[in-house]
């Protein structure tokens, strides 16, 4: 069985409009929520074996706060820029293509992409992943490449206004 974790990243800072959508930063409560959220995943016995991020800025900066509180290092966080604003295509492009020895993994990206993703997976439809929110999902598969919508399983739904 395999396990992915999909984190949208936490609230972004619009404070620089010069700033490129790419180069945007975490404002004050996506840096207060993303250690909470981070807690929250760890406090359920989710032991990630990967964290793979988009490039995105606010995406990095949220998984380092992940990684942190799992005590990893920067240099163990993935960057994809495939997961900038992926389709469902694009992230089960980048889900098919993760090491088999990894079996749970946490993926870190945007909205609509995680939306659109989660709810393509068996389970009640969301409206919308809130900045931070977490969807987990299962398959019963043993190899990354074998994995689709199709085949996969919501499990998991968490998002900061449930702990905050």
Known sequence: MKTIYLVRHAKSSWSNLELADHDRPLNDRGKRDAPIMATVLRGKGVTPDLFVSSTA???????????RAYGLAKS???????????????I????????????????????PGFTDFANA?????????????????TSEIDNW???????AKRVAFYYPKMFV
């Open 57 to 67: 800025k606010r995406a990095r900066r949220t998984a380092r706060k992940f990684t």
């Open 145 to 151: 490449r074998d994995f689709t919508t199709d085949r």
């Open 76 to 90: 163990d966080l993935i960057k994809t820029p495939e997961l900038y604003h992926a389709s469902i295509r694009e």
């Open 121 to 137: 997976i068996q389970g009640s439809y969301i409206e919308n992943v809130p900045t931070c929110g977490i969807v987990g999902l």
């Open 92 to 111: 089960t492009r980048v889900i098919k293509a993760l090491p088999e020895e990894a079996s749970t993994v946490v993926l870190f990206g945007h909205n």
